[in-house]
């Protein structure tokens, strides 16, 4: 063993400790942790009269792909909440951060016994969210971290805990939305509208609107699970499957959600912005199934 694999193995061992405090989740191998009404693939005819293989590895890719995202998230939450108690301008502030961040490091753990490619490449939304806690203030952070997409992960995972079929990986998702809920309040304590400058505002814009446009682009990750597993044929097939997995109403939801979020005091000027570019409002089948062959 190397000096470099003895201390990684060293501080896997130091993390342990403080994580056993929370408890450590055990996998259970039993099949998928969601069916396919989860994902709404039973709607899918392809997906139906696929064998039970196939049906299997869409699961699978499914579910993969929804772990990983979250995961990644967590570990992202870390990042940011180290930087923010660099940039924290009080001890009371800095000790707030230092709790979330410690929240944050306990879920990435949870959540490893069920990510099988730990090294993998991090999809466009965990690209932008890596990208958005390198680049961003700390105001403009705040809303879009914890106020945003912790406000968000409230309903997410609490919804993911609820429909979950492994029920050591469902009390795990069920707390993480519990803690995603004292995380989202204390973003509300932090974040002051009136604090954003003018270039702290243009950055909210726009990490804004690159946020809601993968929103309004539906279940991407779902319908590339079918495609690896079944196939897709060409633009209006895939077209086809947005349409029947009710990609505008899921993500009309959502974006109602994300709305509701982002409507704080003295942020109008953000709402109306992205409303008048039509963020707001789902892509089509057809939108969303251009937007899947591009990237193919």
């Known amino acids: 063993m190397t000096f470099s694999d003895e201390r990684d193995e060293a501080l896997r061992r130091a993390a342990e400790r ?15 942790p969601w069916s396919p009404g989860f994902f709404g693939l039973e709607r899918v005819a392809r997906f139906r009269e696929g064998s039970a293989g196939a049906r299997r590895s869409v699961l699978e890719g499914c579910a993969a792909s929804l772990l990983a995202e979250s995961w990644f998230i967590e570990r992202c939450g870390v990042t940011f909440c180290a930087k923010m108690t660099l940039l924290a301008e009080t001890l009371d502030e ?19 016994p069920w990510i099988a490619d730990r090294k993998g490449e991090a999809d466009p939304f965990n690209r932008f969210i890596a990208g958005l806690v390198d680049t961003g203030g700390a105001q403009p952070l705040v809303f879009l971290m914890q106020v945003v997409l ?5 309903v997410h995972y609490g919804g993911l805990g609820a429909a979950c079929l492994d029920p050591a990986l ?3 998702l069920k707390q993480m939305a519990q803690d995603e809920a004292m995380h989202h309040a204390a973003g509300l304590a932090v974040f ?6 003018a270039p702290d505002r243009r950055f909210l814009a726009e990490s804004a609107h690159a946020f809601l446009e993968m929103i309004r682009n539906g279940p991407q ?10 196939g897709i044929e060409d633009r209006s097939d895939a077209a086809g499957v947005f349409e029947n997995l009710g990609t505008e109403a899921a993500s009309a939801e959502k974006l109602g959600q994300l709305r509701r979020l982002m409507a704080r005091p003295d942020m109008d000027w953000l709402i109306d912005e992205l409303e008048q570019k039509g963020l707001f409002t789902p892509c089509t089948p057809a939108e969303c199934s251009r937007v899947y062959v591009a990237a193919r």
């Open 18 to 32: 403080f994580l056993r405090r929370r408890g450590l989740p055990e996998r259970r191998d039993e099949g998928a």
């Open 94 to 112: 800095k000790r707030l951060f230092a709790l979330v961040g410690a929240d944050e490091a306990t879920h990435s753990a949870w959540l490893e």
């Open 150 to 154: 912790e406000g968000f992960g409230i």
């Open 170 to 172: 469902a009390a795990t």
């Open 192 to 197: 002051h509208a009136k604090r954003l400058s």
């Open 221 to 230: 990750a779902v319908v590339g699970a079918l495609d690896r597993a079944i």
